[in-house]
């Protein structure tokens, strides 16, 4: 009962914040042709390297993990439990398209990729800490490398 009285807590702290965002920048059209964007990537689907601390997806963990965009494959894997990740397991590509948009780049089709990239959670109900913890880290480090456009992808 108390698991059940958390869970309905942390959604309505989750559904507070969400309908209180002020939503008039969320996107923007880039000025730049496509031929010339610095294009990063982040999932919510849990992708992380597997040197680095997996999540905590029970307490809904709302922290990032930094993923060079140098990174083999091989080295990734998935921490979640909120969806089906068999598939994704056996290809982080499915969720985690590095290697796409580096030949997105090689083709000429985007400018470049960007040096860095983003693993998260999705199962976030505490966004609070997302808000004052993990999105200053990734915005700071997309001014830093003058990262054009970001794709999101969820798990």
Same mark, same amino acid.
């Given at each position: #009962? &108390?698991?059940?009285?958390?869970?309905?807590?942390? /959604? &309505?702290? =989750?559904?507070?914040?969400?309908?209180?965002? !002020?939503?008039?920048?969320a996107f923007t059209t880039p000025v730049k042709p496509m031929t010339n964007w610095n294009?990063a990537f982040l999932t919510t689907a849990g992708v992380h390297l597997k040197s680095q601390?997996?999540?905590?997806?029970?307490?809904?963990?709302?922290?990032?993990? $930094?993923?060079? *965009?140098?990174? !083999?494959? !091989? @080295? $990734?894997?998935?921490?979640?439990?909120?969806?089906?990740?068999?598939?994704? !397991? /056996?290809?982080?590509? =499915?969720?985690?398209? %590095?290697?796409?948009? /580096?030949?997105? =780049?090689?083709?000429?089709?985007?400018? *470049?990729?960007?040096?860095?990239?983003?693993?998260? #959670?999705?199962?976030?109900?505490?966004?609070?800490? &997302?808000? @004052?913890?993990?999105?200053?880290?990734? $915005?700071?480090?997309?001014?830093?490398?003058?990262?054009?456009? &970001? %794709?999101? *992808?969820?798990?």
């Amino acid at each position: #009962m &108390l698991k059940q009285i958390k869970h309905w807590l942390f /959604k &309505l702290s =989750a559904n507070r914040t969400i309908n209180n965002r !002020d939503r008039t920048n969320a996107f923007t059209t880039p000025v730049k042709p496509m031929t010339n964007w610095n294009v990063a990537f982040l999932t919510t689907a849990g992708v992380h390297l597997k040197s680095q601390e997996g999540f905590d997806v029970d307490a809904g963990d709302p922290s990032v993990r $930094l993923i060079p *965009s140098d990174t !083999d494959p !091989d @080295q $990734l894997m998935i921490t979640h439990t909120h969806y089906d990740t068999e598939e994704a !397991d /056996k290809d982080t590509g =499915a969720v985690f398209p %590095l290697e796409a948009l /580096k030949k997105l =780049a090689e083709e000429g089709r985007i400018g *470049s990729v960007a040096k860095t990239h983003y693993g998260m #959670m999705g199962y976030i109900p505490e966004t609070d800490r &997302l808000d @004052q913890e993990s999105i200053p880290v990734i $915005l700071k480090q997309l001014k830093k490398e003058h990262v054009d456009v &970001l %794709l999101l *992808s969820p798990g």
